[in-house]
């Protein structure tokens, strides 16, 4: 059986804020206030907020598998661990910044785009934007 690492579960990006953001192709991104977001599996909760200029997620919630996952890739505690690392927004409505990978204890390039009130797109690439996985996460609160 192959093992999920957090990279596949745990990422995830910022929201966009306040305001409309335009998207390539000048299709308006809808804007998504301060939230808690799940990733696809439900595993992971991130509580996504404004850090002065920027834009920062905390883990509010792990599940007892995501938290193993973390604890051998060498973070002992995963609820707390600031995940998303200073999103800033670009000019196509795209918010970028980096993101903590706990079972990998490695730190990503990540991005993320509102799809609507409801629904990101977050991306994460080992290197530069080589090597990326995609996810649709869901807005929990």
Same mark, same amino acid.
């Given at each position: 059986?192959?093992?999920?690492?957090?990279?596949?579960?745990?990422?995830?990006?910022?929201?966009?804020?306040? !305001?409309? *953001? &335009?998207?390539?192709?000048? %299709?308006?991104?809808? +804007?998504? =206030?301060?939230?808690?977001? /799940?990733?696809?599996?439900?595993?992971?909760?991130?509580?996504?907020?404004?850090? !002065?200029? *920027? &834009?920062?997620?905390?883990? %509010?919630?792990?599940? +007892?598998? =995501?938290?193993?996952?973390? /604890?051998?890739?060498?973070?002992?505690?995963?609820?707390?661990?600031?995940?998303?690392?200073?999103? &800033?927004?670009?000019?196509?409505?795209?918010?970028?910044?980096?993101?903590?990978?706990?079972?990998?204890?490695?730190?990503?390039?990540?991005?993320?785009?509102?799809?609507?009130?409801?629904?990101?797109?977050?991306?994460?690439?080992?290197?530069?934007?080589?090597?990326?996985?995609?996810?649709?996460?869901?807005?929990?609160?």
């Amino acid at each position: 059986m192959r093992r999920r690492h957090a990279f596949a579960g745990a990422f995830a990006g910022a929201a966009v804020f306040a !305001g409309q *953001a &335009v998207a390539d192709g000048g %299709v308006v991104n809808p +804007p998504l =206030a301060d939230g808690v977001w /799940r990733n696809p599996e439900n595993s992971v909760h991130v509580e996504i907020h404004t850090c !002065g200029e *920027a &834009v920062c997620g905390y883990v %509010v919630w792990a599940s +007892p598998r =995501a938290e193993a996952d973390a /604890r051998r890739g060498g973070t002992d505690v995963l609820v707390g661990l600031r995940l998303f690392r200073d999103f &800033v927004r670009q000019k196509t409505g795209e918010w970028r910044g980096t993101i903590f990978v706990p079972d990998l204890n490695a730190t990503l390039a990540g991005s993320a785009v509102a799809l609507d009130g409801e629904r990101l797109k977050a991306r994460a690439c080992l290197i530069g934007k080589l090597f990326c996985k995609s996810q649709i996460w869901t807005r929990v609160g």
